[in-house]
Nanobody, 111 residues
């Protein structure tokens, strides 16, 4: 059974930081690209950041330079370090591996 479990969301003031984690089980983590998406109610889910099995990364323009995606194959975990947070970063953040999704973690950035 494949499981992706996100954690680390919460309430933070603008300019602050959060680190999201996604613990993965049931798939061969080291062979899979991983990604973080986010969704605001009423809007489409959008790609935030992705990392390949080899460690190559790409980011949405809106988070480039502020967010960093990383992975730890020893822990089967992918991270999203979010710095200089803005109110427009408020969303539910989801972890994705291949066709599988986590249930999401809410990030709220107050102004």
């Amino acid at each position: 059974q494949v499981q992706l479990v996100e954690s680390g969301g919460g309430l933070v003031q603008a300019g602050g930081s959060l680190r999201l984690s996604c613990a993965v089980s049931g798939i061969t983590f080291s062979r899979n690209s991983m990604a973080w998406y986010r969704q605001v109610q009423g809007k489409q889910r959008e790609l935030v950041a992705a990392i390949t099995s080899g460690g190559s990364t790409n980011y949405a323009d809106s988070v480039e330079g502020r967010f960093t995606i990383s992975r730890d194959s020893a822990k089967n975990t992918v991270y999203l370090q979010m710095n200089s947070l803005k109110p427009e970063d408020t969303a539910v953040y989801y972890c994705k591996a291949w066709i599988y999704w986590g249930k999401g973690t809410l990030v709220t950035v107050s102004s």
